[in-house]
């Protein structure tokens, strides 16, 4: 149980154009769902908190404007790079808590972004 | 601020040797800590993890003590197998209204050789 999926795994896309990852909680619901960027041999980086029905909570230094959250339904939060430039191209990796607290987040795979 | 180093890798053992991954952390108050693991192609798996000084949290042969006075949470296992080879990362959590935010640190990259 408690899987999440990413859609796509694997995206290319041309500098200036924007691109919509999606996140899914599939067989629970996730009222919080995290957004993060892991640069190759770096850390996560938290990115934003998405709650359910609400304005997605930016960590500073990460552009809203840029990073668009939308966690419309408590199994879907999708993130739009938008205007994507080079330095956008990274690992994103989306997590879902299902409201079990300490139990920890439950993981997407990843998607690898890589703007041309 | 709140922060998590682990040792550097990648680490290299043979199988049924004896492994540790070090990690420290910089925290207010008491967080949480955490091992994850990322198997390749996969997302990350939560591994193990403490909610108080003196906790040891263990799974798969996997142990980790919270340790308050060295603020540290170190992984061991006393004998590896080849799949055990993933990407370790240790993790606090600090308290988010109704979740929980991690702080993760860079990663430890393991391979085990037959």
């Known amino acids: 149980g408690a899987v999440v999926s990413q859609h796509p795994s694997r995206v290319i896309c041309k500098s200036g154009t924007s691109v919509k990852i999606e996140c899914r909680s599939l067989d629970f619901q996730a009222t919080t769902m995290f957004w993060y960027r892991q640069f190759p041999k770096k850390s996560l980086m938290l990115m934003a908190t998405?709650?359910?029905?609400?304005?997605?909570?930016?960590e500073q230094g990460v552009e809203k404007d840029k990073f668009l959250i939308n966690h419309a339904s408590l199994t879907l939060s999708t993130l739009t790079v938008t205007s994507a430039h080079p330095e956008d191209s990274s690992f994103y990796i989306c997590?879902?808590?299902?409201?079990?607290?300490?139990?920890?987040?439950?993981f997407g795979p990843g998607t690898r972004l890589t703007v041309l | 601020g709140n922060s998590v180093t682990q040792m550097e890798g990648p680490v290299t053992l043979s199988e049924e040797a004896f492994l540790t991954i070090n990690c420290t952390y910089t925290a207010t108050g008491y967080p949480s800590l955490f091992w994850y693991v990322q198997y390749p192609g996969e997302g990350l798996q939560l591994l193990l993890k403490a909610t108080k000084a003196d906790d040891k949290g263990s799974n798969k042969g996997f142990e980790a003590t919270y340790r308050k006075e060295t603020t540290s949470f170190h992984l061991e296992k006393g004998s590896v197998q080849v799949s055990d080879s993933a990407v370790y990362f240790c993790a606090l959590s600090r308290l988010l209204v109704g979740a929980q935010k991690l702080v993760f640190g860079q990663g430890t990259r393991l391979t085990i050789n037959p």
């Open positions: 997590s879902a808590d299902g409201s079990l607290g300490l139990q920890g987040q439950y």
């Open positions: 998405s709650n359910e029905g609400s304005k997605a909570t930016y």
